[in-house]
T-cell receptor, first 112, second 116 residues
Framework: ETGVTQSPTHLIKTRGQQVTLRCSSQ?????VSWYQQALGQGPQFIFQYYREEENGRGNFPPRFSGLQFPNYSSELNVNALELDDSALYLCASRPGTRETQYFGPGTRLLVL | AQTVTQSQPEMSVQEAETVTLSCTYD???????LFWYKQPPSRQMILVIR??????QNATENRFSVNFQKAAKSFSLKISDSQLGDTAMYFCAFMRGDTNAGKSTFGDGTTLTVKP
């Protein structure tokens, strides 16, 4: 176990709905990154938060947004869900700018 | 932009034998990190081994070692004395040395099956 937790573990939504996924970082980790992992593929970087500000973003549309809270926990919000948003969503935390990140177990989202 | 390629979608090995997983990458950066992660079925992704690009010495962690060829942009993982618990998907990943960027670029993975 890495000390990074995510909720919920599984989620089913319908197209057009909105979803919020949550991540609790490992103690002392103030940097959180979110990744989308489609079935049979490697994780794709969505964005990163450091000290409550987004400081890096991958090739994802604005309907993917996030928040980081003072306790360094984080949320990923996805609006106007599309079928292709079905995936495992991973968060990873790390202390500051250290290169090693620790992954949570993921939230599996199914969009119908 | 960086790319990471894992050319072996699936591999299998007998228990106690040695297996090597391949990874190549493309970057114009000179300072970066390379990683191998293990993702067991329905379990968390965990770090197996890490290599700093500025270090010529290959990283080792117990039964896991890498062959890092910077000029060839190759980063293979060798697993010695394979165990049943090594069965998992293995991902090669790249991160720029400017770690403020945060972004790790992953390959599409190699599914490794260790057979008894």
């Amino acid at each position: 176990e890495t000390g990074v937790t995510q909720s919920p573990t599984h989620l089913i939504k319908t197209r057009g709905q909105q979803v919020t996924l949550r991540c609790s970082s490992q103690s002392g980790h103030n940097t959180v990154s979110w990744y989308q992992q489609a079935l049979g593929q490697g994780p794709q970087f969505i964005f990163q938060y450091y000290r409550e500000e987004e400081n890096g973003r991958g090739n994802f549309p604005p309907r993917f947004s996030g928040l980081q809270f003072p306790n360094y926990s984080s949320e990923l919000n996805v609006n106007a869900l599309e079928l292709d948003d079905s995936a495992l969503y991973l968060c990873a935390s790390r202390p500051g700018t250290r290169e090693t990140q620790y992954f949570g177990p993921g939230t599996r989202l199914l969009v119908l | 932009a960086q790319t990471v390629t894992q050319s072996q979608p699936e591999m299998s090995v007998q228990e106690a034998e040695t297996v090597t997983l391949s990874c190549t990458y493309d970057t114009s950066e000179n300072n970066y990190y390379l990683f191998w992660y293990k993702q067991p079925p329905s379990r968390q992704m965990i770090l197996v081994i890490r290599q700093e690009a500025y270090k010529q010495q290959n990283a080792t962690e117990n039964r896991f070692s890498v062959n890092f060829q910077k000029a060839a942009k190759s980063f293979s993982l060798k697993i010695s004395d394979s165990q049943l618990g090594d069965t998992a998907m293995y991902f090669c990943a790249f991160m720029r040395g400017d770690t403020n960027a945060g972004k790790s670029t992953f390959g599409d993975g190699t599914t490794l099956t260790v057979k008894p």
